[in-house]
T-cell receptor, first 116, second 111 residues
Framework: GAVVSQHPSRVICKSGTSVKIECRSLDFQATTMFWYRQFPKKSLMLMATSNEGSKATYEQGVEKDKFLINHASLTLSTLTVTSAHPEDSSFYIC????????????FGQGTRLTVV | AQSVTQLGSHVSVSEGALVLLRCNYSSSVPPYLFWYVQYPNQGLQLLLKYTTGATLVKGINGFEAEFKKSETSFHLTKPSAHMSDAAEYFC?????????FGKGTTLSVSS
């Protein structure tokens, strides 16, 4: 199946700093990518939909100034957690869907962010 | 709005026993439904999906699910559990091009 690469897999940062997470589709183009956040023992919460060449669409309650999304090409989307705080510590997962709705989404391996 | 509800946050079975993980959906349009599995600190792997056509869907690792419109359900089953099936399982429904997930069910398998 198609491969989505997410980097880094783990990152530890200090409070107040910013962290960038990359999501790449390796063998297909994805006009749309998605960012999820997963809390311990909880479901994946859709944070935003990343649209190539345009602004991301954020879900209700997600701070767009805190979680900056850039989708500069058809194979790369980035999530930047700005001014990180310990409560931002979580598992972040991206996914990409090549085209029409009945094609499954392909997921990255996730990024474990720890803010100290 | 599209949503899914997974009944039972934790299911425990013995090795060789039937696995049944429950999922009910709500959708204002004909749904596309998915089951994913997640192992610790990893991403998600697709088990199976329902889009259109046959309501009994067979997936990987011996899992299958049946779409029942009258019951708004898409329960996941496997006839005989294996130790390696222990993981977190998520049901999901399409909302446009995005996926909306249920809260997940942890499957434990004992020997």
């Amino acid at each position: 199946g198609a491969v989505v690469s997410q980097h880094p897999s783990r990152v530890i940062c200090k409070s107040g700093t910013s962290v960038k997470i990359e999501c790449r589709s390796l063998d297909f183009q994805a006009t749309t990518m998605f960012w999820y956040r997963q809390f311990p023992k909880k479901s994946l919460m859709l944070m935003a939909t990343s649209n190539e060449g345009s602004k991301a669409t954020y879900e209700q309650g997600v701070e767009k100034d805190k979680f900056l999304i850039n989708h500069a090409s058809l194979t790369l989307s980035t999530l930047t957690v700005t001014s990180a705080h310990p409560e931002d510590s979580s598992f972040y997962i991206c996914s990409a869907r090549p085209d029409e709705m009945n094609t499954e989404a392909f997921f990255g391996q996730g990024t474990r962010l720890t803010v100290v | 709005a599209q949503s899914v509800t997974q009944l039972g946050s934790h299911v425990s079975v013995s090795e060789g026993a039937l696995v049944l993980l429950r999922c009910n959906y709500s959708s204002s349009v004909p749904p596309y439904l998915f089951w994913y599995v997640q192992y610790p600190n990893q991403g998600l792997q697709l088990l199976l999906k329902y889009t259109t056509g046959a309501t009994l869907v067979k997936g990987i690792n011996g899992f299958e699910a049946e779409f029942k419109k009258s019951e708004t359900s898409f329960h996941l089953t496997k006839p005989s559990a294996h130790m390696s099936d222990a993981a977190e399982y998520f049901c999901a429904v399409s909302r446009g091009t995005a996926l909306i997930f249920g809260k997940g069910t942890t499957l434990s398998v004992s020997s």
